[in-house]
Nanobody, 123 residues
Framework: VQLQASGGGLVQEGGSLRLSCTAA????????IAWFRQAPGKEREFVAH????????FVREVLRGRFTIARDNAKKTVYLQMNKLEPGDTAVYHC?????????????????WGRGTLVTVSS
């Protein structure tokens, strides 16, 4: 499974970005997908998850109200909509596909990772 994250960039505080995580054309099937982020000098942290059958999405509690996750299986793409961005959201954002059953917030339970996309929020 090859994943590609895109959509990052530089945005002012209060702005919005939509990240995309797209699976390669040759990827068959659908997968549970999550977004994680890692700021410089910090641990990778869970952001949001969506099941392969578009079941109830889950967003980390502190990000609810600002971040939403959705998917379009026909396009093999999962989106992370980020609104009201804050400097603390600055990080490299990665998407990952989960095959192993386990806690959705644990990066160790994800089997495939895409290259990240950098989000920088200026104050």
């Amino acid at each position: 499974v090859q994943l590609q994250a895109s959509g990052g960039g530089l945005v002012q505080e209060g702005g919005s970005l939509r990240l995309s995580c797209t699976a390669a054309e040759r990827t068959s099937g659908t997968y549970n997908i999550a977004w994680f982020r890692q700021a410089p000098g910090k641990e990778r942290e869970f952001v949001a998850h969506i099941a392969r059958n578009s079941g109830p999405p889950f967003v980390r509690e502190v990000l609810r109200g600002r971040f939403t996750i959705a998917r379009d299986n026909a396009k093999k793409t999962v989106y992370l909509q980020m609104n009201k961005l804050e400097p603390g959201d600055t990080a490299v954002y990665h998407c990952a596909a989960q095959v192993t059953v386990g806690t959705i917030s644990d990066p160790g339970n994800y089997d495939y990772w895409g290259r990240g996309t950098l989000v920088t929020v200026s104050s």
